[in-house]
């Protein structure tokens, strides 16, 4: 009941926004599966258009843009791919503290001028309320450039946006959350194509072993795999495959965190 309340909520929002030609920030994650899914329908509606733009570069797992197709298609929206070298900035090339910051000014000052090029004033993402709570230096440069967060300004938790998804059947609203690949390194540490390379690649494999949500955090020579501790026992059972696999692509020492998948393990000192 309270799913559809909160959609009915959301397209009276959104309705706004689609009374002209919109631009969406889209990942193919639940927040803006949601929001593209709304959107699509307002703009029918109201007989203007919503354009779905995906990045893509070094950043972000590929498996991402295959989703990001797939769930656009379902939507009814047109889906334009962008390609960004984000490790041709080199204010990101050391992994600073506020690299999220940093990246997203690029990233949506690029979407800015894609829009603006097409007469398009509009421009919205997925930032959630429970964003607004943990450290996502990212949302001040969103808020800087005037890029609109629907689910922020109405308020709505990510547990709410994944009941709307439910609701609406959205194909991924079961899907866990795909951080860039720059968090499963420490701050400080340059990021390397090649290293990204190998960590994604660890991942999917993991993801093909039948783990969804896991994350591949490297310290130097130690991985830190990260896994929800109810997987524990399955995780363990298949050590042997997930050890000669970590090896082969180059990782020496292969630890499971016994406090679990957690999202911002990465943060933890910046609160000491």
């Known amino acids: 009941m309270e799913a559809s309340v909160n959609l009915q909520t959301l397209r009276a929002h959104l309705r706004q ?16 599966s949601l929001l593209l899914r709304v959107l699509a ?21 590929k498996a991402d843009l295959t989703i990001a197709r797939r769930v656009a298609a379902e939507s009814g929206a047109p889906l334009t791919e962008l390609t960004m070298d984000e490790l041709s900035n080199e204010a990101l090339l050391n992994n600073p503290v506020n690299r999220c910051y940093i990246c997203k000014r690029y990233l949506f000052e690029t979407l800015q001028r894609w829009a603006a090029e097409r007469g398009i ?23 800087e450039l005037g890029i609109h967060s629907p689910l922020a300004e109405l308020g709505f938790t990510k547990q709410q946006v994944r009941d709307m998804a439910r609701e609406l059947d959205i194909s991924v609203a079961e899907r866990p959350s795909s ?12 990021l390397e194509a090649d290293v990204l390379r190998r960590i994604e690649d660890g991942e999917s494999f993991l993801h093909a072993l039948g783990f969804a949500a896991v994350r591949l955090r490297l310290h130097q020579d130690v991985v830190r795999l990260e896994v929800p501790p109810a997987d524990f026992p399955r995780f363990l059972a298949q050590r042997e495959a997930v050890i000669e696999r970590l090896h082969a692509l180059g990782f020496v020492y292969i630890t499971l965190d ?4 957690r999202s911002g393990s990465m943060d933890l000192y910046l609160n000491q």
Request: charged share 20%; glycine share 10%.
């Open 121 to 143: 004033q509009t421009v919205l993402e997925g930032t959630n309320e429970d964003d607004l709570h943990v450290y996502r230096p990212g949302v001040a440069a969103v808020r």
């Open 41 to 61: 329908d307002c703009a029918r509606e109201q007989g203007s258009a919503v354009h779905a733009v995906t990045f893509i570069g070094s950043l972000h797992p």
């Open 258 to 261: 016994l406090e679990g998948l």
């Open 17 to 32: 926004y689609t009374k002209q030609d919109c631009v969406l920030a889209f990942s193919g994650g639940i927040d803006s």
């Open 179 to 190: 951080p860039c690949m720059a968090t499963r390194l420490p701050y400080g540490t340059r």
